[in-house]
């Protein structure tokens, strides 16, 4: 209904009514989407719980609104792995309804999953310009780190819950409907298809002698994106990123070997030791194709030289480096044959949170290491009053660096929410390992070590609760000014040369992730 006023002629009342011939989604309101034992959570955090029902239908959940509020494979998981202990179970229940989304996309050619689906007129549209008379879905399969969370989502509900596992046989035989490329596949060989792919593409270089460059995960030719920071300047052109091969990998082997374990993929037997050995040659041969140590002068004179080319107005603090500068970079073979793109990043917190590795020397320098990070502020390391940036090209050594990775830039030297919530859980997970019943991992005895990644953890929480404002904001960023950085939207800013603005949107399915990532107390 709209209401116009008519000059000389009072008010008029104009009823309209639109129709369409989409089947509506079901949606999950915000006592079906959360658990039973969350529901405090819709009048402790309305706003949120009303997001985030908003987001959930019982067939998928939308990445957020008003931009991207359809699928996105790689959104709802990451969302999932975060938001899983509030989330509801079961059937109709919001966790089967972000699996079944990824299974139904599931490319039954090769098994990739689905990063994006276009859907409605636009895709009949799409059908059209193509030649083609149809008002099917299309689906775009080009990121590569989607295939690898989905093993682990499966394995954290079907293996993990006792609901998932009495659920599990029904689960997977489910019939495959929304793709029609998928009719005649059930659940369970979607499945399995995207796991085969997996082991297939892991194998070589778990292999006896395989630990080469050639033999990490690469992006898909033709494409200049592939995970999470998926904008031009985003892993500055890498082929083959450090998350995925790091992390993501190792996480899907292991997520395979725990499902072979209760009885998944009966076609490969052999999976529960194949896939366990796999994963261990990846978590322990990967970081080091990746690792930056810069000596301390020549990271100081780096460090100045950026604050130079990036008119960074804040001080360079660094007197404070008093010893070599380690860290991970973004990705392998970057532009301006850059070997290796050297950004600090917060990719670490996919290995802390993914993962229990058991390489001791190699854990105790790693945790280390990103606690530093997280404890240094920027553009020494990646603290700023408002959040954690999630790169900082300051020792990158190329002008390319301070050009490229800006405040903005959509995955430049800003602060995202969601990675504030893996860092945080991932540290926590470390960090408990410490009170385990089993062997804790050696660095629970380097006071000097566990003391850093404890102080990490809680300056980490400082910054996110000083920052409660924004964490339901996908991105923001800052100003420098007399008072130290200051909050400002993304949008505010002149984009990069040749980008458009980017702005936040209203709400966003993975930045609402903190409704189940809280602050442990007793590490305080």
């Not at 995955?411 to 089993?438: D, F, I, K, Y």
Request: proline letters at 5%; a negative charge.
């Amino acid at each position: 209904m709209r209401v116009f006023h008519c000059r000389g002629y009072g008010w008029t009342i104009v009823n309209f009514t639109a129709t369409f011939d989409y089947p509506q989604l079901d949606q999950l309101t915000a006592t079906e989407v959360l658990a039973p034992q969350s529901q405090y959570l819709i009048t402790q955090q309305p706003e949120q719980t009303e997001s985030l029902s908003f987001l959930s239908y019982n067939t998928k959940l939308l990445a957020g609104g008003w931009r991207f509020l359809t699928y996105f494979g790689r959104d709802s998981m990451i969302s999932l792995l975060l938001l899983q202990p509030v989330l509801s179970e079961g059937q109709e229940g919001a966790i089967e309804a972000v699996i079944s989304a990824v299974l139904e996309r599931v490319n039954r050619s090769d098994g990739s999953v689905c990063h994006e689906e276009t859907i409605g007129d636009y895709a009949t549209y799409l059908n059209q310009q193509a030649g083609i008379d149809s008002t099917a879905p299309q689906y775009d399969y080009k990121m590569i780190d989607s295939d690898y969370y989905l093993p682990v989502v499966v394995k954290n509900y079907f293996v993990d819950t006792a609901t998932g596992q009495n659920r599990s046989s029904a689960f997977f035989a489910t019939n495959a409907s929304v793709n029609p490329a998928n009719v005649g596949l059930t659940y369970s060989d979607l499945a399995l298809i995207t796991a085969e792919k997996i082991m297939n593409t892991s194998g070589p270089f778990a292999s006896p002698g395989g630990q080469t460059r050639d033999n990490l995960i690469h992006l898909k030719d033709g494409q200049v994106v592939g995970q999470w920071r998926d904008s031009t300047y985003g892993i500055g052109d890498g082929r083959i990123p450090y998350d995925v091969n790091t992390a993501l990998v190792p996480a899907a082997l292991r997520a395979i070997s725990a499902l072979s374990n209760t009885g998944f993929f009966p076609q490969h037997p052999d999976w529960n030791s194949t896939a366990a050995a796999y994963s261990q040659v990846w978590e322990d041969a990967t970081l080091s194709f990746f690792e930056v140590t810069i000596p301390v002068a020549e990271a100081q004179s780096l460090v100045e030289q950026y604050v130079q080319a990036s008119n960074f107005s804040g001080p360079a603090n660094t007197t404070n480096l008093t010893s070599d500068v380690t860290f991970h970079g973004l990705a392998l073979d970057g532009n301006d044959n850059q070997s290796l793109v050297r950004v600090m990043n917060t990719d670490d917190c996919f290995r802390h949170f993914l993962l229990n590795t058991t390489n001791q020397a190699q854990l105790t320098a790693f945790v280390n290491q990103t606690a530093t990070h997280i404890l240094q502020t920027f553009p020494l390391g990646l603290s700023t009053s408002v959040g954690m940036l999630i790169s900082n090209p300051a020792y990158g050594g190329d002008p390319v660096y301070a050009a490229n990775w800006t405040t903005s830039a959509y995955h430049g030297t800003v602060v995202w929410s969601w990675p504030l919530a893996m860092m945080a859980a991932g540290l926590e997970r470390q960090l408990g390992r410490c009170n385990a019943s089993m062997t804790p991992p050696d660095f629970c005895a380097d006071g000097q070590v566990y003391g850093n990644v404890r102080a990490a953890y809680n300056h980490l929480w400082d910054l996110i609760q000083a920052n409660a404002a924004q964490l339901t904001q996908e991105v923001w960023s800052w100003v420098y000014t007399d008072d130290g950085f200051q909050y400002v939207p993304l949008g505010s800013l002149p984009p990069p040369p040749g980008m458009s603005p980017t702005e936040s949107d209203v709400i966003q399915l993975w930045s609402l992730t903190f409704l189940a990532v809280t602050r442990n107390e007793n590490l305080s």
